[in-house]
């Protein structure tokens, strides 16, 4: 069964940075597969945040977010990471990392959660002074 793991959250202040990693356990490889950051905040609807494709490395990101957070993969580790700068109180929330179990899969841009089938617990960013 595959598992996705996220961490790297916590309590930023405004204008400040974390990294949230995502990582695969079992034989998941995530560098075959689109992977996608979502968040939810307290009484909001979940919003996709980003995305990286498979197939071209194609990249996608909400406007609220473009030009702040940038996501990557690291195939040896097998981990896929949204570095987010310039943090705004808005940013926060719980933050998901899933993935499309297609091999070879890419992002579908007006809809970050299409084909994306296995998804992590979540970790909580909170930006806040």
């Known amino acids: 069964q595959v598992q996705l793991v996220e961490s790297g959250g916590g309590l930023a202040q405004p204008g400040g940075s974390l990294r949230l990693s995502c990582a695969a356990s079992g034989e998941f490889t995530l560098d075959y597969h689109a992977i996608g950051w979502f968040r939810q905040a307290p009484g909001k609807e979940r919003e996709g945040v980003s995305c990286i494709s498979s197939s071209d490395g194609s990249t996608y990101y909400a406007d609220s977010v473009k030009g702040r957070f940038t996501i990557s993969r690291d195939n040896a580790k097998n981990t896929v990471y949204l570095q987010m700068n310039s943090l705004k109180p808005e940013d926060t929330a719980v933050y998901y990392c899933?993935?499309?179990?297609?091999?070879?899969?890419?992002?579908?841009?007006?809809?970050?959660?299409?084909?994306?089938?296995?998804w992590g617990k979540g970790t909580l960013v909170t930006v806040s002074s």
């Open positions: 899933a993935a499309d179990p297609t091999y070879g899969s890419s992002c579908l841009r007006s809809d970050l959660s299409y084909g994306m089938d296995y």
